[in-house]
């Protein structure tokens, strides 16, 4: 006899079910994220953020970011870890909107998997609510995609939208910036969330390294370095602003120091980063040496161990890295600014690295 069943969502690879309890599972997470502007629950086809708490301001300026965490998500499958890169998630969107002065709000998800494992998608929002507190804001919703036949069953990515607001005259960026100010470092947790295709490349593919093996220097799995969270600077950023004066930001992600650096600095001006006020983490001389990687390659692809860079007037310098590190942050003075002289681009890093 012909098989007359039907073809169904299900027999195509979608489970509607799961889809469902994964919302379920994740409810509690998001809840921990909540401000008192957050109207209406998980399940709605849209977040709802009370914006009548903008009316404090004399004139708001909403800030939006987008982002996703990179090829990273590839360590997290091979390990079964799934509750730690929501914080990357978090970080790329959320350190992004701060750089201007703005005040994280809320966030959005995107998490697209080849199938549907309910406790695998829930520790995924689990991380990203978790990270969203860290950051001051709310978890308003997101989608949940399964894409049979596109990824693998254990295949996932995924990204991120958010939105902060600042008060225009409070607004940072190049136009504050001005010769002899200071650059300040703000030191990263590793690797964060750039450069893993490289990494990856590297340490997996050509080294052959296991990431459950215990290397010099890290102090832990190669696994567990390569999944240290991203660093989320959003409140200690905005704890800066309110204690010291504050030029502008530079979120620190792919591209490198340098070149995020110089994403705001004005013309005329010019940023000069000394290397030999820090010393990278092994992580770094470990991808360096195992790929035979030319530093310049390097620092165009990692964050070399800074974060966040904070650009603040001279006279300012010593309460800023008070207020840094009361917060724990680990800061320092790494450069200055000066004029631009014969140089091309907006910022240059000098000398050799602290042994």
Not at 164 to 180: H, M, N, S
Request: aromatic share 4%; with cysteine.
């Amino acid at each position: 006899m012909p098989d007359t069943t039907g073809a169904s969502y299900a027999a195509a690879g979608v489970d509607i079910e799961a889809g469902d309890r994964a919302v379920e599972l994740m409810k509690e997470w998001v809840k921990k994220t909540r401000r008192p502007e957050v109207l209406g629950g998980l399940g709605g086809f849209a977040g709802l953020f009370d914006a009548s708490a903008l009316k404090n301001y004399e004139r708001p300026l909403l800030a939006s970011a987008t982002d996703g965490v990179g090829t990273k998500v590839d360590i997290a499958r091979q390990l079964g870890v799934y509750d730690t890169i929501g914080h990357d998630l978090v970080a790329m969107v959320m350190d992004d909107i701060v750089v201007c002065g703005a005040e994280p709000l809320f966030m959005t998800d995107y998490i697209c998997v080849g199938k549907v494992h309910p406790e695998r998608v829930a520790a995924i929002v689990k991380g990203i609510a978790e990270g969203c507190v860290l950051a001051g804001c709310a978890l308003v919703g997101g989608e949940t995609a399964e894409h049979p036949g596109l990824l693998g069953a254990d295949d996932f990515d995924v990204a991120g939208a958010g939105t902060g607001v600042v008060e225009a005259d409070r607004l940072l960026g190049p136009d504050r910036i001005r010769t002899g100010d200071a650059v300040i470092a703000m030191a990263s947790s590793g690797l964060h969330s750039n450069g893993y295709s490289l990494v990856r490349h590297v340490l997996l593919n050509e080294g052959g390294l296991a990431l459950d093996a215990h290397l010099d220097g890290l102090g832990r799995t190669l696994g567990e370095e390569l999944l240290e969270p991203t660093k989320i600077y959003s409140l200690d950023c905005l704890a800066l602003m309110r204690t010291a004066e504050v030029h502008a930001f530079s979120h620190v992600t792919g591209g490198g120091l340098a070149a995020n650096l110089a994403r705001v600095i004005p013309d005329g001006l010019h940023a000069v980063v000394d290397r030999s006020t820090w010393t990278p983490g092994a992580v770094f001389d470990l991808v360096g040496r195992t790929g035979k990687v030319e530093r310049l390659e390097l620092e165009k692809t990692l964050n070399m161990g800074v974060g966040m860079i904070a650009i603040v007037p001279e006279e300012s310098t010593d309460v800023a890295l008070t207020a840094l590190t009361d917060r724990g942050v680990d800061a320092w003075v790494a450069g200055e600014i000066t004029d631009r002289g014969a140089h091309t681009t907006g910022a240059t890093l000098v000398g050799d690295y602290a042994a």
